[in-house]
């Protein structure tokens, strides 16, 4: 099968068959447009002609550029899905069958303290307080993404018909389009009835359907919109780590295990597929207790 063919058709493949979120289909789409181009260059444009040794070589060319491990592992990833479902498809071999993941850096995500995450909250009601919708809409933002630890991706797919302000849920539709149901708090709770009583009729527009949350046109408010939201927010805090919304489902899982939250309860409230995925927040809760230790005990 031509290469770039094979492409669009695994990419149609993600969407309507694994139900792929948007975002991961263009990042897998691109990883394999940048193979198809170093392809290119060996005079490769065909999925049978592919060995072992050109995934490699791609893998390889790409660490000596500077990549990072995550990056990498998340192409080998994208080698190994492809080649199989190429070779299911045009039934021929898998040369990535065999391909090695490198991996990835273990680092911490970051996550917010409790008093810096109330003075952000804080901030925020501030600069709301002069009814302006799109400040009345990020307070709702920020506290339902700190409250229930979703991803952005599934706070911007939000219909109104979603949330639940009775039972205190929200129905988000998660990776997979699996669909589940979050609970939230009473804070952010009265922050979206806000919004939605005093700020979102304001930014209402005949393109706003039934979408939650709205942009300054009056469309859904997309994802980009969030980030540079919670990363204006969070640069003046310290810590390292990315500062964008997934730093507050990092924030908000780190806060639940301290709490006492059971592991499986915050694996169900997140969406984790994998109790190991969840497990990277009890090493930050353990790193947070020695941080303390070594600052509070004298012997230390």
Known sequence: M?????????????????????????????????FAEFAAGRDIGDTR??????WRDWLWDASQRGLSKATLARRSATAKGFSAWAARTDDGADPAARLKTPKSDKTLPRVINRAQITELLDILAVRAADGDPARLRDVAVIELLYASGIRVSELTGLDIDDADLDRLTVRVLGKGSKERVVPFG???????????SRGRPKLAAAQSGAALFLGARGARLGTRAVY???AGLLADLPG??????HALRHTAATHLLDGGADLRAVQELLGHASLGTTQIYTHVSTERLKESYRIAHPRA
């Open 228 to 230: 540079q939201l919670v």
């Open 186 to 196: 009473v804070p952010a709770a009265q922050a979206v009835v806000e919004y939605l």
């Open 49 to 54: 002609a592919i060995t072992l040794d050109l």
């Open 240 to 245: 390292t780590g990315p500062a964008g919304p």
């Open 2 to 34: 031509e290469l770039q063919r094979a492409i669009e058709a695994y990419s149609a493949h993600l969407t309507v068959e694994r139900g792929y979120s948007p975002q991961t289909v263009r990042a897998y789409r691109s990883d394999l447009t940048g």
